[in-house]
């Protein structure tokens, strides 16, 4: 099929703010519940964090069952809203609809390892998160393309090999509270919703979803945008964010690492310690995010190439990588100091930063530009107006903690 390569990004990236919708959940929640199992490890109340930490997988079970029902009848209507054409629309379905009806991997497996990340167990959810993302390498061309005398799946095959590896991650993460002896035991008492942990857990974690939710609204608002520009705008999209990942990824697991720390401190009162997590985890965050600048502009072209794109659509994607990666030290530093906030109890300042980030500056100034070749500086822009917002609110925050 002549460009089935492309039709099939741009169908992923139709299907992203869904995906995105799943992160943002167990994302969310995962925050919540790891500043305040943090914050009462602190404080030495060892009984209250495991039942937060059995409130917060309970909500996690109930997600699933609303983005089931939604695999089951909602996919096609969403999909289709995006794209007339019939091609693209039913690989889009194909792979949404595997996504959503099994997330139970990835939104248990999120909040879990959130749980685990705040009882200082990083090493255990790195190699957790490992298992799972090599399973999915191996797997994704072997169910793709049809190897090892398998039929050919296309897309069906990327969603297949998506959910075994979060399942695998799941597993492998349930083993060790099986065997090892975790710091918290979760009983199944703990599952009973209690209104004052729900309330502990959602000051952090409902700014903190809705956070998340924005990356899925700029990416469905910015697909209806690039859609009336070009098809290979979207497909450029749709490569920037597969690309983006590989370099936020190690700043998120900053992010990740520095919460427990300051709300662990916070808890314990130690403004020092604190004031070395911030200042570390952004000098870290600089780097990362160096690198993949060197990387992306350095070899934008052999990079981009790895996707099966026409040579007009390849052009388009080298040129807004090398506009929009500039923007990376103001996301490196956003990405920091909204877990600062998140850490410090205060979610809506966090709140705030994602929406100057993804909403309130890109989306405008995109619609209003509307040109193919300079549609791509509303990313960068956002970042930057983000970072100076961010500098603002975390000073004030801190100076009055």
């Known amino acids: 099929m002549a460009n089935a390569g492309e039709m099939a990004i741009n169908a992923l990236t139709m299907a992203f ?150 399942f695998v991650s799941l597993i492998s993460l349930g083993l060790f509270y099986v065997n090892k002896h975790p710091i918290l035991s979760i009983h199944g008492s703990d599952f009973h919703l209690q209104a004052d942990i729900l309330r502990n857990l959602y000051r952090v974690g409902v700014p903190a979803i809705m956070m998340q939710l924005l990356v899925p609204i700029m990416s469905y608002a910015m697909n209806l945008i690039l859609g009336g520009i070009s098809e290979a705008s979207i497909t450029a999209y749709g490569i920037y964010y597969k690309l983006q990942n590989f370099v936020f990824m190690p700043a998120y697991g900053l992010n990740n690492a520095s919460i427990p720390i300051i709300s662990y401190n916070y808890g314990a009162g130690k403004q020092d310690r604190i004031r070395s997590t911030i200042r570390w985890a952004l000098i870290d965050s600089m780097v990362i995010m160096g690198i993949g600048v060197i990387l992306l502009e350095g070899w934008t072209e052999p990079i981009v190439s790895i996707f099966a794109v026409s040579q007009e659509t390849m052009a388009l994607c080298v040129w807004a990588l090398r506009i929009i990666v500039w923007g990376f030290f103001f996301a490196g530093a956003n990405i920091i100091l909204q877990g600062v906030c998140q850490a410090l109890g205060n979610g809506k300042y966090s709140l705030i930063i994602s929406l100057i980030r993804f909403l309130l500056i890109p989306l405008p100034f995109a619609f209003l530009i509307h040109s193919q070749l300079h549609v791509w500086f509303a990313i960068p822009l956002g970042e930057m107006v983000g970072m100076i917002v961010a500098i603002l609110l975390t000073k004030h925050l801190y100076k009055n903690m």
């Open 17 to 166: 703010p869904i995906q995105m919708l799943i992160i943002a959940l167990g994302v969310g929640t995962g925050v919540g519940i790891n500043a305040l199992i943090s914050r009462l490890l602190g404080m030495k109340e060892i009984r209250k964090a495991e039942n937060a930490a059995g409130n917060a997988l309970c909500m996690s079970l109930l997600y699933f069952v609303g983005l089931f029902l939604f695999g089951i009848f909602g996919t096609q209507a969403f999909i289709s809203s995006q794209t007339e054409n019939a091609i693209v629309a039913q690989f889009g379905i194909d792979y949404l609809r595997i996504i959503a009806i099994f997330s139970l991997g990835t939104l248990v497996y999120m909040c879990l390892e959130k749980i685990t990340v705040a009882t200082g167990r990083t090493k255990i959810t790195m190699m957790t998160q490992l298992a799972g993302a090599i399973t999915n390498i191996v797997l994704d061309p072997i169910l793709i393309y049809g190897w090892l005398g398998l039929p050919v799946m296309g897309v069906k095959g990327a969603a297949i090999a998506t959910v075994i590896g979060q």
